[in-house]
């Protein structure tokens, strides 16, 4: 079955970078899309970035974190990553990997059917 997997989150001060990377297993990696989300404590999940699996990969960013975040895959590993650069307080929150499969266009939607168990990013100022 399908299966996805977050690691890299931790502790960072404002300013500083991680590395997200979400390992995807269980079906052929190909004609879907990849997507980043996040959640913190009292607000709404957020999408805030997606890629799509078809070719070099049409990304999409939330306005959040457009110019700071970028996601990137690595077809032959089946894995999306996702680097956060220039970090603030307010990217405090538990960070998903998804998939949503038959998908060619990254729309910044909440219709993934897949999720990873997310992987928890905290950023002290």
């Known amino acids: 079955q399908v299966r996805l997997v977050e690691s890299g989150g931790g502790s960072v001060q404002a300013g500083g970078s991680l590395r997200l990377a979400c390992v995807a297993s269980?079906?052929?990696?190909?004609?879907?899309?990849m997507g980043w989300f996040r959640q913190s404590p009292g607000k709404e999940r957020e999408v805030i970035a997606a890629?799509?699996?078809?070719?070099?990969?049409?990304?999409n960013y939330a306005d959040s974190v457009k110019g700071r975040f970028t996601i990137s895959q690595d077809k032959v590993k089946s894995t999306v990553y996702l680097q956060m650069d220039g970090l603030k307080s307010e990217d405090t929150a538990m960070y998903y990997c998804?998939?949503?499969?038959?998908?060619?266009?990254?729309?910044?939607?909440?219709?993934?059917?897949?999720w990873g168990q997310g992987t928890q990013v905290t950023v002290s100022s």
């Open positions: 998804a998939l949503k499969l038959q998908c060619w266009i990254p729309r910044l939607t909440d219709d993934f059917g897949y």
């Open positions: 269980g079906y052929t990696y190909s004609g879907h899309c």
């Open positions: 890629i799509t699996t078809r070719g070099p990969g049409e990304t």
